[in-house]
């Protein structure tokens, strides 16, 4: 199992957390962006800068993605393509994609856009909070103990 994760909108509260779990689990790790993101400094960590573009970092991570690796993304398309793929995703505050749900979450995110796009004003997302990490660190640690066999 590798880990990707799209660099785009990573909050900073995560990076400690990633970098912990990479370390512990000696995980290989792409962080992919279409500018430089620092998780910090580990040999297990791997990062590719694509050109700027709405989808040239999720496209490279549909790319590289083999069954069962794990992304880490708030792009529910992504983890749609993800899923479809027969790998996993978790998004920044914890919610895991699966088979499941995951055109429930396309069907949302789809419906808030085109109210977006009829010039109706929604609220975005919360604030990334300290709750959102502990809760993000504690799907991971739950996913790796299931599935990562280093």
Known sequence: MRLF??????????????????????IDT??????????????HIQYIIVNQGADEADD???????????VITAD???ANRTIEKNA?????????YTQDNIKQYLAIRNLMQDIRDSGEM????????????????????????????N
């Open 76 to 78: 529910i398309p992504l």
């Open 122 to 149: 929604t609220k975005g997302p919360a604030a990334f909070s300290q709750k959102d990490a502990q809760q993000f660190a504690n799907s991971l640690n739950s996913f790796l103990q299931k599935y990562n066999k």
């Open 30 to 43: 792409i962080v992919i962006a279409n500018k430089r993101i620092n998780i910090g400094d580990s040999n």
């Open 88 to 96: 996993h995703a978790i998004d920044h505050r914890g919610a895991m």
């Open 5 to 26: 994760i799209d660099g785009d909108a990573f909050p900073n509260l995560l990076k400690p957390i990633i970098l912990r779990a990479i370390e512990k689990q000696k």
């Open 60 to 70: 490279k991570i549909v790319e590289m993605l083999e069954e069962n690796d794990l």
